[in-house]
């Protein structure tokens, strides 16, 4: 079903996303410490 790809698609795309923010906030800690 397409719509069942796209809705895979775009959880893939937050959980990077969110994966990617969880990085920049923890670098940003590590570098003003």
Known sequence: DASAISICRKRGYEENFNDM???????KLVSTS
């Open 21 to 27: 923010l969880k990085w920049h906030t923890f670098f």
